[in-house]
């Protein structure tokens, strides 16, 4: 049997990067154990023995979790952090105290038997430029002509030998610090003769001078074991990054709400539609303010920051036939401008259909967006859960509004889909997001609990995961809807003990349903036409002022019903070519049809097929929303009690008598 490898990873507490390796290596069946060295002494402990003949044994405790020394097959050394020293200590003993813990954790570490990504003393070497040199000659690589010096007349006479240029570039990095403290960035350029007129300057240090190499993309090489992994960086695009790519143009964006932090969005040079997009994602956020959408400074920067074009590579279009047909469109097809115009127009995208052709996964509306970011109301250092990556769109903003793309988890059904949507994050915002591949319906637990909750996704509950990852007080922003399509968002707010909580409905809404494997697909076009070969159970006649079916199609009738009836269809049919339209109940759940069809004098009747019980319910819930008022979608609030009962209901009686009564959508003790 192969034995489990165990992994300690050595960087700080927030590392985007790692969280990506950590993930890949649990992937991989690996124990993995993250310990962030300023944990020690005071967090974390180590109690180690070196004996006669025997190597180091002993174990280190790392929030909670003993690791036997012997267990590690790999270290991952990737940003530890000095070690954090009781700062009541005097000056000379925090000193002491933290060489001592230097000496001690990297002596023991340095001294086991494993496989190191990268070891410490190889990394060091491999910081220096001159020797970096060296050992690219040694393998066979071609280096350019290098002068490295101190002297501004040999750096005078290197220029000279070189008809088209000359490079400087640092030797210990490209970041320094101004006198109060900003941090400066120092980028490889391009050397003229009367920079080297500054003797004084040139004097003070050694200077690494290069012959310049006219290139055509650069290459990032990552070499691990006998594999070897290249990146592509198209730099000669932009005048700005031909001699530094790490001078590519960003947009810097300062959000007051997000404790000021400084969001860096990626600007591809080689973007054709940076031009039009620019004002056309202005219009929308414009008309997204004037229509209400948009109503804090906070969510308006969002928006006016990232840009939705990247994230659509492609999406479809409904045409105007029946039965419903979807067109694929490209930028392609398209003028830049004419591309930019239906990317930002205020309308769902379209991004993937099913093998028969339905729609499964949308960039949804703006204006959705707005509403539901505004209901969430997210500030700096929140830890976020989306359910539905999509294309990676509104997981940016969430990042933005947050102030940090590692406090956004975000997870997506299909593989492919969240692959996608990691690459169009990473290319605009960078690495940090977590995009898992995944179950939305058991949300995420790695990462919980979250402040925030946002389902980009509907489903007829709350899943009592999503309850139980909401930290206290959070608030979860979703859309709540079934198979009617009577759908509106809530705003939901964790209160009191276990899963207890309050939504209020804010909008209606029309959101495709959470896909999960949780949750059985319906039914309903195969149970149908199994349904009408079935002999009929029973016959109804009634008045349209008891029923009025024609108000099955009503958005507000359809909320409560569905929220009642989660298994529950509706549609319309003709038994024969000429012959008017039934309304048509379906209920996957007990294989029971509805059929309503009209007859004379405001009479109506229904043909049951399956169980007479269902009609009886949804007559009962029908004439309760008749009696107080017909209420609107908006008006209704979800109660959640510890357990994770859920019950709508109305927070202003209308009914006769002055209580209204309680609906139980969903009891996970029944």
Same mark, same amino acid.
């Given at each position: 049997?192969?034995?489990? !490898?165990?992994?300690?990873?050595?960087?700080?507490?927030?590392d985007?990067?790692?969280?990506?390796?950590?993930r890949?290596?649990?992937?991989?069946?690996?124990?993995?154990?993250?310990?962030?060295?300023?944990?020690?002494?005071?967090?974390?402990?180590?109690?180690?023995?070196?004996?006669?003949?025997?190597?180091?044994?002993?174990?280190?405790?790392?929030?909670?979790?003993?690791?036997?020394?012997?267990?590690?097959t790999?270290?991952?050394?990737?940003?530890?952090?000095?070690?954090?020293?009781?700062?009541?200590?005097?000056?000379?003993?925090?000193?002491?105290?933290? +060489?001592?813990?230097?000496?001690?954790?990297?002596g023991?570490?340095?001294?086991?038997?494993?496989?190191?990504?990268?070891?410490?003393? #190889?990394?060091?070497?491999?910081?220096?430029?001159p020797?970096?040199?060296?050992?690219?000659?040694?393998?066979?690589?071609?280096?350019?002509?290098?002068?490295?010096?101190?002297?501004?007349?040999?750096?005078?006479?290197?220029?000279?030998?070189?008809?088209?240029?000359?490079?400087?570039?640092?030797?210990?990095?490209?970041?320094?610090?101004?006198e109060?403290?900003? !941090?400066?960035?120092?980028?490889?350029?391009?050397v003229?003769?009367?920079?080297?007129?500054?003797?004084?300057?040139?004097?003070?240090?050694?200077?690494?001078?290069?012959?310049?190499?006219? #290139?055509?993309?650069?290459?990032?090489?990552?070499?691990?074991?006998?594999?070897?992994?290249?990146?592509?960086?198209?730099?000669?695009?932009?005048?700005?990054?031909?001699?530094?790519?790490?001078?590519?143009?960003?947009?810097?964006?300062?959000?007051?709400?997000?404790?000021?932090? /400084?969001?860096?969005?990626?600007?591809?040079?080689?973007?054709?539609?940076?031009?039009?997009?620019?004002?056309?994602?202005?219009?929308?956020?414009?008309?997204?303010k004037?229509?209400?959408?948009?109503?804090?400074?906070?969510?308006?920067?969002?928006?006016?920051?990232?840009p939705?074009?990247?994230?659509?590579e492609?999406?479809?279009?409904r045409?105007?036939?029946?039965?419903?047909?979807? #067109?694929?469109? #490209?930028?392609?097809?398209?003028?830049?401008?004419?591309?930019?115009?239906?990317?930002?127009?205020?309308? !769902?995208?379209?991004?993937?259909?099913?093998?028969?052709?339905?729609?499964?996964?949308?960039?949804?509306?703006?204006?959705?967006?707005?509403?539901?970011?505004?209901?969430?109301?997210?500030?700096?250092?929140?830890?976020?859960?989306?359910?539905?990556a999509?294309?990676?769109?509104?997981?940016?903003?969430?990042?933005?509004?947050?102030?940090?793309?590692?406090?956004?988890?975000?997870?997506?059904?299909?593989?492919?889909?969240?692959?996608?949507?990691r690459?169009?994050?990473?290319?605009?915002?960078?690495?940090?997001?977590?995009?898992?591949?995944?179950?939305?319906?058991?949300?995420? $637990?790695?990462?919980?609990?979250?402040?925030?909750?946002?389902?980009?996704v509907?489903?007829?509950?709350?899943?009592?995961?999503?309850?139980?990852?909401?930290?206290?007080?959070?608030?979860?922003?979703?859309?709540?809807?079934?198979?009617?399509?009577?759908?509106?968002?809530?705003?939901?707010?964790?209160?009191?003990?276990?899963r207890?909580?309050?939504?209020?409905?804010?909008?209606?809404?029309?959101?495709?349903?959470?896909? /999960?494997?949780?949750?059985?697909?319906?039914? +309903?076009?195969?149970?149908?036409?199994?349904?009408?070969?079935?002999?009929?159970?029973? @016959?109804?006649?009634?008045?349209q002022?008891?029923?009025?079916?024609?108000?099955?199609?009503?958005?507000?009738?359809?909320?409560?019903?569905?929220?009642?009836? $989660?298994?529950?269809?509706?549609?319309?049919?003709?038994?024969?070519?000429?012959?008017?339209?039934?309304?048509?109940?379906?209920?996957?759940?007990?294989?029971?049809?509805?059929?309503?069809?009209?007859?004379?004098?405001?009479?109506w009747?229904?043909?049951?097929?399956?169980?007479m019980?269902?009609?009886?319910?949804?007559? @009962?819930?029908?004439?309760q929303?008749?009696?107080?008022?017909?209420?609107?979608? /908006?008006?209704?609030?979800?109660?959640?009690?510890?357990?994770?009962?859920?019950?709508?209901?109305?927070?202003?009686?209308?009914?006769?008598?002055?209580?209204? !009564?309680?609906?139980?959508?969903?009891d996970?003790?029944?």
């Amino acid at each position: 049997m192969v034995k489990q !490898p165990t992994v300690l990873v050595l960087t700080q507490q927030l590392d985007a990067h790692a969280d990506l390796v950590i993930r890949e290596l649990h992937h991989r069946n690996a124990q993995v154990i993250r310990f962030n060295t300023a944990d020690f002494p005071h967090k974390a402990t180590l109690v180690a023995r070196h004996t006669t003949g025997r190597t180091w044994e002993g174990e280190l405790v790392v929030d909670q979790h003993a690791l036997s020394l012997q267990e590690i097959t790999g270290m991952w050394y990737r940003r530890p952090t000095p070690f954090e020293i009781d700062p009541a200590l005097p000056p000379a003993a925090q000193q002491f105290a933290q +060489a001592e813990a230097r000496m001690a954790i990297g002596g023991v570490l340095r001294g086991l038997s494993c496989r190191w990504v990268n070891h410490p003393e #190889k990394m060091v070497a491999a910081d220096y430029k001159p020797y970096q040199l060296e050992m690219a000659r040694a393998c066979g690589l071609e280096t350019p002509d290098t002068l490295l010096t101190n002297s501004a007349h040999a750096a005078r006479q290197f220029l000279a030998e070189h008809p088209y240029g000359i490079i400087y570039k640092t030797l210990s990095g490209a970041l320094v610090f101004s006198e109060s403290g900003e !941090p400066l960035s120092i980028y490889t350029s391009r050397v003229s003769l009367q920079d080297l007129e500054q003797e004084d300057s040139i004097r003070q240090t050694a200077c690494l001078f290069q012959e310049e190499v006219s #290139k055509e993309l650069e290459l990032r090489i990552t070499v691990v074991g006998e594999q070897v992994f290249a990146a592509e960086i198209f730099s000669q695009h932009s005048s700005r990054t031909q001699v530094d790519f790490r001078q590519a143009e960003v947009m810097q964006h300062k959000n007051e709400r997000c404790g000021g932090k /400084t969001m860096m969005i990626r600007s591809d040079p080689r973007d054709p539609f940076a031009g039009p997009a620019a004002p056309a994602r202005m219009h929308m956020v414009d008309r997204l303010k004037q229509e209400g959408a948009i109503t804090s400074s906070a969510v308006e920067a969002a928006f006016r920051t990232i840009p939705r074009h990247l994230f659509l590579e492609t999406f479809y279009l409904r045409e105007q036939t029946a039965p419903v047909r979807w #067109k694929q469109v #490209k930028p392609s097809a398209l003028d830049t401008l004419g591309w930019c115009q239906l990317v930002y127009a205020d309308a !769902p995208r379209i991004t993937r259909l099913n093998e028969i052709g339905n729609p499964i996964s949308s960039s949804s509306a703006p204006t959705i967006m707005a509403k539901t970011l505004e209901g969430a109301c997210l500030s700096s250092g929140q830890r976020v859960l989306e359910i539905g990556a999509g294309t990676g769109y509104n997981a940016a903003l969430l990042a933005f509004l947050v102030g940090d793309p590692a406090f956004v988890t975000t997870i997506e059904l299909e593989d492919d889909l969240a692959t996608l949507a990691r690459r169009h994050l990473e290319r605009v915002i960078g690495l940090g997001v977590h995009v898992i591949p995944g179950d939305g319906f058991f949300g995420y $637990p790695p990462n919980a609990p979250y402040d925030r909750m946002v389902a980009t996704v509907s489903t007829h509950r709350i899943p009592l995961a999503w309850l139980d990852q909401l930290g206290e007080d959070g608030i979860l922003v979703m859309h709540l809807q079934g198979h009617l399509a009577g759908g509106c968002l809530m705003r939901f707010q964790k209160q009191g003990p276990g899963r207890s909580g309050c939504g209020q409905m804010m909008t209606g809404t029309d959101f495709m349903e959470l896909r /999960t494997p949780a949750v059985p697909s319906p039914l +309903a076009p195969q149970l149908l036409t199994h349904l009408l070969h079935q002999d009929i159970a029973c @016959t109804v006649r009634f008045p349209q002022d008891q029923f009025d079916p024609t108000l099955l199609w009503d958005h507000h009738l359809a909320f409560l019903l569905q929220t009642l009836f $989660p298994t529950l269809h509706l549609t319309s049919m003709r038994r024969q070519r000429g012959d008017p339209p039934q309304i048509c109940l379906l209920d996957d759940q007990t294989h029971t049809l509805l059929a309503f069809a009209r007859a004379e004098d405001q009479q109506w009747n229904l043909e049951v097929r399956g169980h007479m019980q269902v009609w009886e319910r949804v007559l @009962t819930a029908y004439q309760q929303w008749v009696a107080v008022g017909r209420p609107a979608a /908006t008006a209704y609030q979800l109660h959640v009690d510890a357990v994770g009962t859920q019950r709508l209901t109305l927070p202003s009686p209308s009914s006769p008598g002055g209580k209204a !009564p309680a609906w139980v959508m969903y009891d996970p003790q029944a």
